[in-house]
């Protein structure tokens, strides 16, 4: 039975232009939440926006750099505009970079932990006074099994998706007497550009051709193969639904059992 969990709700997704946003974007829209897709690729996520309405709801494509406030201040504040309230924020917009720790630029780091921490503490600094005000609603910030665990050359990435969950249980404690929530979301290994990019990035490094890595990446899986993006969404849609209201501050493993704690 098809379910529409979320009519007359607006959700906001960054990252929306690809990937596990766009994933997520998707599946709100089939479940009857108008869309506010963020993202910086114009016209990736313009077809995201239009992939959305299919489904017979409204969507919008807003050019929004996640480490710039005021370009987020402006997209909420079109978002508003068109449907006057947000119920849900996916922050997803995310980088990936990694070298060995003594190897790694200051600029490189500074520039993920921009993206992939500061940029979800912005976004959920901009939405969290909408959901405190009408008493409701949902945060989900897209952290990673990073975020729990680690391997070498990934000091930036961890350090920043271990920020998240740190700053998501902060959130979830300011939201809580106004009964909305913030959950993080753990993925393992999911099939996108990003995880096509770490590995050319550490199979380069350690002379592994691209598809011989991620085939090993899946081998090492308890499930054997890496996540589809509409696994990762339907776990957001989860933390966003009246099913899970009690459930606040947690970021949940969603990675074939590759990390269990
Ligand atoms: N793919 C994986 O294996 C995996 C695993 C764990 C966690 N994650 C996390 O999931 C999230 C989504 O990753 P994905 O795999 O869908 O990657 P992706 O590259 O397919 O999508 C990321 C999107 O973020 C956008 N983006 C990047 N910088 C931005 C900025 N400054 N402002 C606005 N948008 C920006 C990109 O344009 C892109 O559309 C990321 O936070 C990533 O760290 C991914």
Redesign the pocket.
Same mark, same amino acid.
């Given at each position: 039975m098809e379910m529409k969990r979320f009519v007359g709700q607006v959700a906001v997704v960054?990252?929306?232009?690809?990937? /596990?946003?766009?994933a997520c974007a998707l599946r709100f829209a089939q479940e009857g939440a108008n869309v506010a897709c963020?993202?910086?690729?114009l016209e990736?996520?313009q077809a995201t926006a239009q992939e959305c309405r299919s489904s017979g709801v409204e969507a919008l494509a807003l050019t929004?750099?996640?480490?710039d406030p005021d370009s987020i201040k402006a997209a909420v504040s079109d978002t508003l505009a068109a449907w006057g309230h947000v119920d849900i924020l996916v922050a997803?917009?995310? /980088?990936?970079t990694g070298s060995p720790l003594v190897e790694v630029p200051l600029k490189q780091w500074q520039r993920l932990i921009d /993206?992939?921490l500061t940029?979800v503490f912005l976004t959920n600094q901009a939405v969290a006074p909408l959901l405190m005000g009408q008493r409701s609603g949902s945060i989900i910030n897209?952290?990673?099994?990073?975020g729990k665990t680690s391997w070498p050359a990934s000091a930036e990435?961890s350090a920043a998706?271990s920020g998240v969950i740190g700053l998501t249980r902060s959130v979830a404690m300011e939201l809580a007497p106004f009964g909305a929530t913030a959950n993080a979301v753990?993925?393992?290994?999911?099939?996108?550009?990003?995880?096509q990019?770490?590995a050319g990035i550490i199979g380069g490094r350690d002379g592994v051709e691209v598809a011989e890595w991620l085939r090993l990446r899946a081998a090492d899986c308890p499930m054997k193969r890496?996540?589809e993006?509409w696994e990762i969404a339907g776990v957001v849609a989860f933390l966003a639904s009246n099913d899970s209201r009690y459930l606040t501050g947690q970021a949940i493993e969603v990675d074939g059992g590759m990390v269990m704690s």
């Amino acid at each position: 039975m098809e379910m529409k969990r979320f009519v007359g709700q607006v959700a906001v997704v960054t990252g929306a232009a690809g990937g /596990i946003g766009k994933a997520c974007a998707l599946r709100f829209a089939q479940e009857g939440a108008n869309v506010a897709c963020l993202d910086m690729a114009l016209e990736r996520n313009q077809a995201t926006a239009q992939e959305c309405r299919s489904s017979g709801v409204e969507a919008l494509a807003l050019t929004c750099n996640v480490t710039d406030p005021d370009s987020i201040k402006a997209a909420v504040s079109d978002t508003l505009a068109a449907w006057g309230h947000v119920d849900i924020l996916v922050a997803s917009a995310g /980088i990936y970079t990694g070298s060995p720790l003594v190897e790694v630029p200051l600029k490189q780091w500074q520039r993920l932990i921009d /993206i992939n921490l500061t940029g979800v503490f912005l976004t959920n600094q901009a939405v969290a006074p909408l959901l405190m005000g009408q008493r409701s609603g949902s945060i989900i910030n897209i952290s990673s099994m990073a975020g729990k665990t680690s391997w070498p050359a990934s000091a930036e990435y961890s350090a920043a998706k271990s920020g998240v969950i740190g700053l998501t249980r902060s959130v979830a404690m300011e939201l809580a007497p106004f009964g909305a929530t913030a959950n993080a979301v753990c993925p393992g290994n999911t099939v996108t550009d990003m995880v096509q990019n770490v590995a050319g990035i550490i199979g380069g490094r350690d002379g592994v051709e691209v598809a011989e890595w991620l085939r090993l990446r899946a081998a090492d899986c308890p499930m054997k193969r890496m996540a589809e993006p509409w696994e990762i969404a339907g776990v957001v849609a989860f933390l966003a639904s009246n099913d899970s209201r009690y459930l606040t501050g947690q970021a949940i493993e969603v990675d074939g059992g590759m990390v269990m704690s």
